[in-house]
C-alpha cells in the first residue's frame, strides 16, 4: 500500500500540468471568440438600413340591387287646360352698355373744389337739372339713330310738315309721340333729360332745365305729349301746334345770340330755341326730330326792295292769290268729307305757298327774296361758343362716340351728338337742299341724319327689335 503510493507521487508531472493549462483558460477563448463574432454581426447589421414600404390596396364596396316598389300613376280627376302664350313684342328700348378701358392712359384730373363739378342747378320733381351723375353712358336708339349720352335733350316739330297725308298724317304723329315717351320711359335713373316741342313761332320746354329720368318725370312728360296734335271729335284744320300741347311746360328765352346769329333782327323760328337751350345745358345726345329746315335767318339791314311788291301787282302775282283762295277753298270742302266720315282733317299750313304747292304745283311762284338763311357751319360755331360760356357743369362729357383713345385726331371731336330724323313724303321727291344741309350739320356735330317716308317706315323702326 504504502509501495503503491509512493509510486503514483513518482509519476512524470509535465504532461498534466499541460493539460490544466488548456482546462484553465478554455472558456475565457469560447467568450472573446463569441464577442468577436457578435461584434461582426452588429457592424454588419449597422450597414444596412432597413425600409418598410406598406402598399395601400384601393377599398372597394360592394353594392346591393335594392328592389324599390314601383307606383302606379293616378289620373288627373281635374283638367288642365293648356293655353299657348302669345310671342312676345318686342320692341326698341334703352340698353346700357358698359364699357372698360383695360389699357388705361395717363389722365391728369383738374383740381375741383367742394362738390360743384359735374352738377348743375336743379328743377323739376323738386330735383332740377343735374349734370353728368352716372358712371357709364347709355346707349339710345331713336328710329334707327344710335346715340349715347347721360344728358339727353328731345326737339320735336310739331308743324303741319310733319302730318302731311303722305308721311302718315295725324295718326303717324301719334305713333312718334308715343316712341318718345316710351324711349324716356326706358332711360336709366342716372340720365336726365329734357323734352322742348317747336311750331307756329313758338317753342315750349316741358322743364326749365333738364331732370332725372323718373317714373315721374317720364308720366309728366307723357300726360304734356297726349293732347298734342291728337285726333278729336269735331277737330278743325287749325286744331294743331303747340297750343295743344297738355298742362305744364315753360317758355325760356333764347340764349345770348352768338356769331352769325348776333346780325338777326330777330330770334330765328324752328329748332333754334331748343338747340341752343340744349347747348346752354351741355347735353350729351341731342335729337331732332323734325317734318323740314324750317326758314331761319334775316333780311339784311342794308338790303334793298326785292321786288316783291311790285310782282303781286302783275298778272302773275294776281294769279297766285287767286289760286291761293282756290286752295283754301279746296282745303275745307275736303276736311269737311273727311269730318263727314269720322277722319281726321288734312293738315295743311294756310299760307300762299303751303297751300299752292299742294293744289297747283305748276304755278310761277314770286321772285326770290334779300331773306338770308343760316347755314350748317354757323349753327355748329354758335353751338361751340355757346357751350364754353355756359356755367352749367364744370366738367364735360367724354365724347359720345369716341371715348377715351391714346390716338389723336386731328379733326376736333365735338363732346355731344346732335343727331336728326327728318320725317317726309313717301314716294316724294327729295328736297336736296334741305337733306345736305342736315347731313353737313349732323356731321359737323358728331351725330347721325336718316330720312323716314311714310306711315309704313315709322311704324316699321317701332316694331323691328
Not at 328592389?67 to 326698341?92: A, D, F, G, S
Amino acid at each position: 500500500m504504502i509501495g503503491h503510493s509512493d509510486n503514483s507521487r513518482n509519476s512524470p508531472a509535465p504532461a498534466s500540468g499541460k493539460k490544466r493549462f488548456f482546462t484553465n483558460h478554455a472558456k475565457s477563448s469560447a467568450a472573446f471568440v463569441s464577442l468577436a463574432i457578435h461584434a461582426v454581426f452588429i457592424v454588419v447589421a449597422l450597414s444596412f438600413v432597413a425600409v418598410t414600404v406598406i402598399k395601400k390596396e384601393d377599398r372597394k364596396f360592394n353594392h346591393k340591387n335594392v328592389v324599390r316598389p314601383k307606383m302606379q300613376l293616378r289620373k288627373l280627376q281635374v283638367p288642365v287646360n293648356i293655353k299657348k302664350r302669345p310671342k312676345p313684342k318686342m320692341r326698341k328700348r334703352i340698353v346700357v352698355k358698359p364699357k372698360v378701358n383695360r389699357a388705361m392712359p395717363d389722365i391728369k384730373m383738374p383740381e375741383i373744389s367742394g362738390i360743384k363739378g359735374g352738377m348743375g342747378g336743379l328743377a323739376g320733381a323738386g330735383m332740377g337739372g343735374i349734370g353728368g351723375i352716372g358712371f357709364t353712358l347709355p346707349e339710345i336708339e331713336l328710329f334707327g339713330i344710335k346715340s349715347k349720352g347721360e344728358k339727353v335733350f328731345l326737339i320735336l316739330d310739331s308743324s303741319d310738315t310733319m302730318m302731311y297725308d303722305e308721311m302718315g298724317g295725324i295718326p303717324a304723329y301719334t305713333i312718334i309721340k308715343n316712341e318718345l315717351v316710351r324711349i324716356v320711359d326706358g332711360l336709366p335713373p342716372t340720365t336726365i333729360f329734357n323734352v322742348c316741342v317747336y311750331g307756329s313761332g313758338k317753342t315750349v320746354f316741358l322743364f326749365p332745365s333738364m331732370v332725372p329720368a323718373s317714373d315721374a318725370n317720364a308720366a309728366k312728360l307723357k300726360a304734356w305729349l297726349a293732347p298734342l296734335n291728337a285726333v278729336t271729335s269735331g277737330m278743325g284744320a287749325k286744331d294743331y301746334g303747340t297750343q295743344t300741347l297738355g298742362p305744364d311746360g315753360v317758355a325760356l328765352d333764347a340764349p345770348q345770340p352768338v356769331g352769325r346769329f348776333v346780325e338777326a333782327d330777330r330770334v330765328p323760328v324752328g329748332w333754334y330755341r331748343g338747340s341752343m337751350q340744349a347747348m346752354a345745358e351741355k347735353a350729351d345726345a341731342v335729337f331732332l326730330l323734325a317734318g323740314t329746315w324750317p326758314g331761319m335767318g334775316y333780311f339784311p339791314k342794308e338790303a334793298g326792295s326785292d321786288g316783291r311788291d311790285e310782282w303781286h301787282k302783275t298778272s302773275a302775282g294776281k294769279k297766285w292769290e287767286e289760286c291761293f283762295q282756290k286752295g283754301l277753298k279746296k282745303l275745307d270742302e275736303e276736311n269737311a268729307e273727311r269730318a263727314a266720315r269720322g277722319e281726321p282733317p288734312k293738315v295743311l299750313q294756310r299760307q300762299a305757298w303751303a297751300i299752292n304747292k299742294e293744289y297747283f304745283p305748276n304755278i310761277e311762284g314770286p321772285p326770290a327774296s334779300n331773306w338770308v338763311g343760316f347755314v350748317p357751319e354757323d349753327f355748329t360755331k354758335a353751338f361751340r361758343e355757346v357751350r364754353a360760356n355756359s356755367k352749367v357743369g364744370a366738367m364735360e362729357a367724354t365724347p359720345p362716340k369716341s371715348g377715351i383713345s391714346r390716338k389723336k385726331s386731328k379733326k376736333k371731336v365735338e363732346p355731344y351728338a346732335f343727331n336728326v330724323v327728318h320725317f317726309v313724303k313717301k314716294g316724294g321727291d327729295e328736297d336736296k337742299s334741305i337733306t345736305s344741309r342736315y347731313r353737313e350739320l349732323t356731321g359737323k356735330c358728331g351725330g347721325e341724319y336718316k330720312t323716314i317716308a311714310g306711315m309704313d317706315a315709322i311704324q316699321g323702326y317701332v316694331d323691328s327689335e
